[in-house]
């Protein structure tokens, strides 16, 4: 079982900024993903950035410019850099760590943090 516990939620105004951080913990073993996604009132869950092992990243459209994810492989550990904040980023945010063995994926998932932007 893998294990991730997020961090570094709160409260911020518009254009402020925010770090969130996940450790995982547990039977990882190999190549996985890390990322983070979020969940806004009556909205489905969306994709906000990923990183794999090697360090490649992918972003949703509309955190592009203002978020970077960044992970440490020592450690475990992902990290949210969270900048130029919006209203519309307000949400829970989940950490994610998926990885894949004997050809299967698996996905666990943090418990989220909540991120709530306003003045």
């Known amino acids: 079982q893998v294990q991730l516990a997020e961090s570094g939620g709160g409260l911020v105004q518009p254009g402020g900024s925010l770090r969130l951080s996940c450790a995982a913990s547990?039977?990882?073993?190999?190549?996985?993903?890390m990322g983070w996604y979020r969940q806004a009132p009556g909205k489905e869950r969306e994709l906000v950035a990923t990183?794999?092992?090697?360090?490649?990243?992918n972003y949703g459209d509309s955190v592009k410019g203002r978020f970077t994810i960044s992970r440490d492989n020592a450690k475990n550990t992902v990290y949210l850099q969270m900048n130029s904040l919006e209203p519309e980023d307000t949400a829970v945010y989940y950490c994610?760590?998926?990885?894949?063995?004997?050809?299967?994926?698996?996905?666990?998932w943090g418990q989220g943090t909540q991120v709530t932007v306003s003045s």
């Open positions: 994610n760590l998926n990885q894949w063995r004997g050809g299967r994926r698996y996905d666990y």
């Open positions: 547990g039977s990882i073993f190999g190549a996985y993903v």
């Open positions: 990183i794999t092992s090697g360090g490649n990243t």
